[in-house]
């Protein structure tokens, strides 16, 4: 079995690749989804969140608003570690139990599992893995996707940006790249191209 961490930049296209790699047999434990399950309504990390940032943050039908929150915590760097250690040490043990689950199920020795999380080096999770798989895209580009996906302000869209480690520094600190700033085509080349090549580590791991 091997373990891949995936990440980039916000809006730098790493959904597009982790979906590939889905479609391609990898097993994709998605940080983000998981992000989303611990904060539901009424569970222990949402009540945590309430009582912190308070019931204005709280849509309709009593969910989370993320719109709300990103605001402030994109601005504000206190309240984003505060947010933080409620959410990511659930998300943590929620991927820990995931991994657990793959091995005890797993049928083939060469399965490949990748970590799609956002902030694996922000986070610390980077740590544990051998090999990164970073998804790059321009600054520039990051900014206008960003901007077009999200209809943000630029200065909304540069402040999501900085909340993270410049792309260009996760690029180089990572074991394997894709250049998402061309073609769609180009992107899905090397994403299948990266996959033979983490087959046969598995393979002879």
Do not use: C
Not at 152 to 177: G, N, W, Y
């Amino acid at each position: 079995m091997l373990i891949v961490g995936l990440t980039g930049g916000i809006a730098t296209g790493k959904s597009i690749v982790s979906n590939r790699l889905a479609e391609l047999g990898a097993l994709v434990v998605d940080a983000d989804a998981i992000a989303h399950e611990v904060v539901k309504k009424e569970s222990p990390a949402w009540k945590e969140i309430v009582d912190m940032f308070g019931r204005e943050y709280l849509l309709p039908d009593g969910e989370l608003n993320r719109k709300a929150l990103g605001r402030i915590i994109f601005h504000d760097t206190i309240k984003k570690e505060q947010l933080n250690r409620i959410v990511h040490p659930r998300v943590f043990e929620r991927i820990s139990q995931s991994i657990v689950d793959i091995i005890n199920e797993s049928e083939t020795p060469d399965t490949i599992v990748i970590l799609d999380v956002p902030l694996l080096y922000e986070s610390g999770m980077y740590r544990d893995l051998s090999d990164i798989l970073v998804v790059y895209a321009t600054p520039a580009q990051q900014l206008e996707r960003l901007m077009a996906r999200d209809d943000l302000t630029e200065v909304e869209a540069r402040a999501r940006i900085h909340s993270q480690l410049p792309i260009d520094e996760k690029r180089e600190r990572a074991d394997m790249v894709i250049d998402n700033s061309g073609t769609l085509e180009e992107t899905m080349a090397q994403v299948d191209k990266i996959f033979d090549q983490l087959m046969s580590k598995a393979a002879n791991a």
